[in-house]
């Protein structure tokens, strides 16, 4: 399983913009489909976005289209996830997941099909 560790948390005024990064260490990178979830105090875990290991495809929560991007870096073993016009309900830990697949444009989605996260990374959007 490849190993994962975010950053580039942090506090953010409403309306500005954060990019995390997700570095992944271990097997072929390019095998693995990428995703970023988060959970906010008291909340569930959450999807927010997920890339096929090819970077072609990408598909993203109802609740950031729009606002967020998400892409990777294959030869930097690294995804990004750009995000832009934040909201205080945006405030949660952002967690990095990777899982193997066996198609270049397959972008898994729920939580279960992700077998490596990071530890996560703490954004905290201010009103």
């Known amino acids: 399983q490849v190993q994962l560790v975010e950053s580039g948390g942090g506090l953010v005024q409403a309306g500005g913009s954060l990019r995390l990064s997700c570095a992944a260490s271990?097997?072929?990178?390019?095998?693995?489909?990428m995703a970023w979830f988060r959970q906010a105090p008291g909340k569930e875990r959450e999807f927010v976005a997920a890339?096929?290991?090819?970077?072609?495809?990408?598909d993203y929560a109802d609740s950031v289209k729009g606002r967020f991007t998400m892409s990777r870096d294959n030869a930097k073993r690294t995804v990004y996830l750009q995000m832009s016009s934040l909201k205080p309900e945006d405030t949660a830990v952002y967690y990095c997941?990777?899982?193997?697949?066996?198609?270049?444009?397959?972008?898994?989605?729920?939580?279960?099909?992700?077998?490596?996260w990071g530890q996560g990374t703490q954004v905290t959007v201010s009103s």
């Open positions: 997941a990777a899982t193997r697949v066996y198609y270049s444009d397959y972008v898994p989605l729920r939580s279960s099909d992700f077998a490596s």
């Open positions: 271990g097997p072929t990178f390019g095998s693995y489909a």
């Open positions: 890339i096929s290991w090819s970077g072609g495809s990408a």
